[in-house]
Nanobody, 124 residues
Framework: QVQLVESGGGLVQAGGSLRLSCAASGRSFINVAMGWFRQAPGKEREFVAA????????RYADFVKGRFTISRDSAKNTVYLQMNNLKPEDTAIYYC?????????????????GGQGTQVTVSS
């Protein structure tokens, strides 16, 4: 059974940083990708970033380019989202997802598994 466990969320002031983690277990990680999505109150879930398990493919939403960095540690089966220069509009629940290729990295419904989410709140 696949499990995705997010951690690292919290309350931070604007301009601050957080690092989210998503620990995956329960399956092999051949030919898969992992993504981060977020959902703010009253809004639809949106794509943030994604990375192939080999690390050869990385994608970002335009609104996080230059501020967020996605990475993975294959030995720990963990994907990270380093978030710098956070803004109040980054406030949301952040979810990680895992899917097998072929998939559309920016489409949450293209993934096979999703985590429970971690809250990120950025105060102004």
């Amino acid at each position: 059974q696949v499990q995705l466990v997010e951690s690292g969320g919290g309350l931070v002031q604007a301009g601050g940083s957080l690092r989210l983690s998503c620990a995956a277990s329960g399956r092999s990680f051949i030919n898969v990708a992992m993504g981060w999505f977020r959902q703010a109150p009253g809004k639809e879930r949106e794509f943030v970033a994604a990375i192939s398990w080999t690390g050869g493919t990385v994608r970002y939403a335009d609104f996080v380019k230059g501020r967020f960095t996605i990475s993975r540690d294959s030995a720990k089966n963990t994907v990270y989202l380093q978030m710098n220069n956070l803004k109040p509009e980054d406030t949301a629940i952040y979810y990680c997802a895992l899917g097998s290729y072929p998939l559309t990295l920016s489409n949450y419904h293209s993934y096979d598994y999703g985590g429970q989410g971690t809250q990120v709140t950025v105060s102004s």
